[in-house]
Each structure stands twice: as structure tokens, then as C-alpha cells.
């Protein structure tokens, strides 16, 4: 791959001229920040092919850069030829696909978030400062949806479509389910939302404590705080797991820094959110029922509903183990037609894993499975190792982020709506330039 970086060099020694008499060129970094920025904002209240576009403008001043700014290379993490392995798999899963023109769109959005998740990485590369302010935006549309949901609680919202099975509930224990301004409206999306974006609000409240900026730190912990609630409003139990594991995330980093020094206060801690969890079961009806309804299997008509797309999801493995079916919802739609239950049908598998092996075969699901690992290992090694107690926080917010989303996706089927896709991209891309390590330059 040394070849692409010989290309670009050579066009760059073209354009230099060009580039330093040009006044869009000098600036062209503020503009990639600017459009991150947009793509970010977007996902709260546009719809899916817009917040597209502002991506396919990130993409573009990328690939502008490349070609124009001088010295400017690409190259590559081990985690990262995963990655690259499990796009290329994706390509031939299209080329295979028996309704190639319904797979080519579900390309077409893989691409764009992959191709946003390799801009992210070249402009983090020589502007790691921006990292908490990509973040800190993050952190506000989070906690602007938070209090929109939190309004939506008291407003008593009406449910748009059949959110629970209240078929077993008192009146009492019936939820109000908060959607916020994500679309399409739905609490499922907004809680993955949430578990996506939470992790950056508790990262930055440590982040500036630990800069000793405590008042901007006490507004990002309130944020976190509010929107924690908020995601227990949504009754999106798929988000009740993943705020287990930002929790668990939390409390594990946390006590490397207290453990040995503030070992009772810790515990302290621990303890106060542990019981305010307990007390919250035992005295709100309407979330313990939806807690325990996740262990209801069957008698839960929402939990019964997964488990028929799962079995068919596997029958479709089965018959297309190599290659898949191809990318994209219109796709798998169209074939899990011809297994599914009568009254059974799905957009996709409510489940990555599940999804991924379904779309574009074993080999590709190995690929995609090899990437967490590889990323999350690396980026465990630099929170144990590291004692750069600000690059940690950071890390630590991107890695539970990731986590959480992956324990999310795996029973629900949010994961690859764009909204929680960007947030998801950008963590990596933060986690490739903070915890990456074994550069391989192209």
C-alpha cells in the first residue's frame, strides 16, 4: 500500500502552488470541523439522508485534503485491517447478492459510514486537541434529548406505535415511553442514543475535573445525570444492559485512581448507586415491570417477536453461510420473507452478530469480531498502562461507549440507524488516534 501514499505525494507536489494561494485549501481543517460538527447536530433532528450528505461533505474536503496538503499520508492499525477486511468482504457479499440493486443501497450507507470513520481518523491525527470538543458536542445533543425526553415523561406522551406488551400490566405499571427528536420516532433508537453518547458526558465531567475547570465539570455531570435518567424512561430494555456496562465501565476505571488511596470513598460510591438502582425497582412499578419483563422470554410478546427473527435469522445463515444475502434493511427484508413466521416480519436480524453473518456471511462476522476484540484490547492495555490521567479519561468514555453499544446490539436492531452510527465511528476514530498502536504506514 505504499503505492497510495506515492500517489498522493505526487499530486501533492502538484498542487502545492494551488494550495498555498488558496484561501478554502489553508482553512480546509476548520471546514472538516465544522461538517463533523453538522453531522453531529444533524442526527437530532434531521432525517437519515441528510445527515448522510453532511457526511458526503466531510468525505469530500477529506479527499480534497489528501490530495492537496502536503506531507498529508494514510496508515494504517492493526485493528484497522479488520476493519479494511471486513469492508472488502462486504463488497464481495454485493457483488454476490441475488437483489444486487436493494444491496447497493445498504453499500452505499456502509460506505459512507466507513469512509466517515477514515475522516475522523486523518483530522483527529494532527488535531487531537479537538477531541473533547467533538465530544462536548456529543454531550449536548445527548443532553439536549435528555431534557426533551424528560419533558415528553410529563407531558404524558402517546405511544406512535406499539412500544410494550400491556397485555400482563396494571394500569400503574404501564411506561410512558420518551422518544426525544430523533427520526423516526422511536424510544428504541433514543435509548441506543443514549448509551452511545452518555459515556462522553461522564468522560468530560472527569476530563475537567481533573483540569480543575469544577464548575464546567459539576454542568457535564448533571448532564450525565439527566440523561441517565432519561434512558430508564425510555423503557428500551436493550439500553438497560448497555447502562450496566457503562456503569460497570465507570466504577473499572475509577478504581484504578481511588482504590488504592480513596478505597472507602469508592466503596461509598458504589454503594449509594447500587441502592438509589434498588430503591428505583422497588418503588417505581412501571420499571420494575419493564426490567423484569426482560426475563419473561416467551410470555413477553416483544421477546417472543425477537425470538422468531432470531430462528429465521439462522435459517437464512444457514443457507447463506459464505457470502450472505448482501447489505442493507431493504435486502434482508425482502429475503427473511421467505422464512419468516406468518405475522413475523422484520427489518433486520436484532442482532449485529446475528445481522452481519446474515448480510455478508462467516467471514465477514470474523472480520467485524476481530475489530472490537483488537480495539478494545488496545485500548484496555493504554487505560492500564497509561499516566496520562486525561488521554485515559477519554479513552476509557470511547471504550465503555463502544461496549455498550455492542451489548445494545445485540437485541436490537437500532445499531445502524445513523444516528447512533456517527457517534459510534467517531469513538473509534477517537480510540485510533489516542490507544492505536503498530502503525503500518500505507
Known amino acids: 500500500m505504499m503505492m497510495f501514499n506515492s500517489i498522493l505525494k505526487f499530486t501533492q507536489s502538484k498542487t502545492k502552488f494551488l494550495y498555498e494561494n488558496s484561501l478554502f485549501l489553508q482553512n480546509i481543517d476548520r471546514l472538516i470541523f465544522l461538517s463533523i460538527i453538522f453531522v453531529l447536530l444533524a442526527s437530532t433532528c ?214 488504592r488511596n480513596y478505597k472507602q470513598i469508592y466503596l461509598s460510591i458504589v454503594g449509594v448507586v447500587i441502592a438509589f438502582v434498588t430503591a428505583a425497582l422497588m418503588f417505581v412499578s412501571s420499571l420494575r415491570a419493564r426490567v423484569l419483563s426482560i426475563f419473561a422470554m416467551r410470555q413477553d410478546s416483544s421477546n417472543s417477536f425477537r425470538f422468531n427473527v432470531y430462528h429465521s435469522s439462522i435459517e437464512m445463515f444457514k443457507d447463506n453461510w459464505l457470502l450472505g444475502i448482501g447489505v442493507g434493511n431493504q435486502n434482508f427484508r425482502e429475503i427473511y420473507g ?3 413466521k406468518t405475522g413475523f416480519d422484520a427489518l433486520s436480524a436484532y442482532n449485529i452478530f446475528l445481522e452481519i453473518a446474515v448480510e455478508s456471511g462467516i467471514f465477514a462476522l470474523i472480520a467485524f469480531v476481530g475489530f472490537l476484540i483488537t480495539l478494545i484490547k488496545n485500548a484496555v492495555t493504554f487505560v492500564l498502562k497509561s499516566t496520562d490521567t486525561k488521554n485515559v479519561i477519554l479513552v476509557s468514555a470511547c471504550t465503555i461507549s463502544v461496549g455498550a453499544v455492542c451489548v445494545h446490539g445485540m437485541v436490537d436492531t437500532v445499531f445502524f440507524r445513523p444516528q447512533i452510527q456517527f457517534v459510534f465511528w467517531t469513538m473509534v476514530a477517537v480510540l485510533s488516534n489516542l490507544a492505536g498502536n503498530n502503525n503500518i504506514e500505507c
Open 46 to 259: 434531521m432525517s437519515s439522508d441528510v445527515i448522510g450528505f453532511i457526511a458526503l461533505i466531510t468525505i469530500f474536503l477529506t479527499f480534497v485534503k489528501l490530495l492537496t496538503k502536503p506531507d498529508e499520508i494514510v496508515s494504517v492499525r492493526v485493528f484497522e485491517l479488520w476493519l479494511l477486511a471486513y469492508f472488502m468482504l462486504v463488497i464481495v457479499s454485493l457483488a454476490g447478492s441475488t437483489l444486487f440493486h436493494l444491496s447497493l443501497k445498504g453499500f452505499f450507507k456502509t460506505f459512507t459510514y466507513m469512509a466517515f470513520y477514515f475522516s475522523m481518523v486523518q483530522y483527529l491525527k494532527n488535531n487531537k486537541s479537538k477531541i473533547p470538543y467533538i465530544l462536548g458536542t456529543i454531550g449536548l445533543c445527548v443532553s439536549i434529548e435528555a431534557v426533551v425526553g424528560f419533558l415528553q415523561n410529563f407531558a404524558h406522551v402517546e405511544e406512535i406505535s406499539t412500544w410494550q406488551d400491556v397485555s400482563s400490566l396494571n394500569p400503574e405499571q404501564v411506561m410512558i415511553r420518551v422518544y426525544g427528536t430523533l427520526k423516526p420516532y422511536n424510544p428504541n433508537l433514543l435509548g441506543g442514543y443514549f448509551v452511545a453518547g452518555i459515556p462522553a458526558l461522564y468522560g468530560l465531567a472527569a476530563y475537567y475535573f481533573t483540569d480543575k475547570k469544577f464548575k464546567v465539570s459539576f454542568i457535564w455531570i448533571i448532564c450525565a445525570l439527566i440523561s441517565t435518567v432519561t434512558l430508564f424512561l425510555t423503557g428500551c430494555r436493550g439500553s438497560y444492559m448497555g447502562m450496566l456496562v457503562i456503569m460497570l465501565g465507570i466504577f473499572a476505571v475509577s478504581a484504578k485512581y481511588l482504590w
Open 338 to 340: 421467505l422464512y419468516m
